[in-house]
């Protein structure tokens, strides 16, 4: 089997972990979910360890504020996952277990993350996966996650872009001819933020 083929097959089986991550994290989720359009949100992609909130562990945090659709402020940060991060990961994302051995780790880097986000609505693609993830750490010595209003690029794309064979983020991206860095953190977030302004202009 060819690399790329390799590489072919990892991306489609993260989809579908995520998938049914995604699902699973659904049925427990203490946020809302909306439709609406805004002018003012952070949009938040995580990295992480593997594809089961609560099991693995936050590796990237990427998170951007907009105001009135201008960007105007960024949170990016790796995160120690105090635990090994397998090749499988690093293949995908590119991040290797050196590149997080002196980060901070995620309990003392989750306050940060909520005093950015603040009051505003979260965009995400895929957003239960995400969200499976952050609401993965409520509770834990004593940290709370506010209620959010959560945003889904998905649900967008499927109402407004009809055309793709898919709404992966790697597919939507492409079509709209975006730069894209996929699989990291911030990449990831542009590309929402991209498809979010188009699904809503």
């Known amino acids: 089997m060819s690399s790329n083929q390799k590489a072919a097959d990892l991306l489609q089986s993260k989809t579908d972990i995520q998938n049914w991550g995604a699902r699973r994290a659904s049925r427990i989720r203490k946020y809302k979910t909306t439709s609406r359009h805004v002018t ?6 995580f990295e992480t360890t593997g594809f089961r909130a609560g099991a693995d562990r936050i590796i990237q945090i990427g998170a951007l504020k907009y105001i009135n659709h201008e960007r105007v402020e960024v949170l990016n940060t790796f995160i120690n996952p105090e635990r090994h991060i397998p090749v499988s990961i690093t293949r995908l994302t590119g991040i290797t277990n050196e590149m997080v051995q002196w980060a901070p780790i995620i309990e003392h880097k989750i306050d940060e993350l909520l005093e950015f986000i603040g009051d505003l609505p979260i965009i995400a693609h895929n957003a239960s996966f995400d969200m499976g993830f952050l609401y993965a750490l409520d509770n834990i010595e004593g940290i709370q996650i506010p209620e959010y209003t959560v945003i889904d690029t998905v649900k967008l794309a499927r109402k ?16 709209l001819q975006l ?3 996929a699989h990291d953190a911030i990449g990831d977030c542009l590309a929402t933020a991209a498809i979010y302004q188009y699904c809503t202009q």
Request: no cysteine.
């Open 40 to 45: 003012d949100y952070i949009v938040l992609d």
């Open 160 to 175: 407004v872009i009809t055309e793709t064979p898919n709404h992966k983020l790697g597919t939507l991206a492409k079509h």
């Open 179 to 181: 730069e894209h860095d």
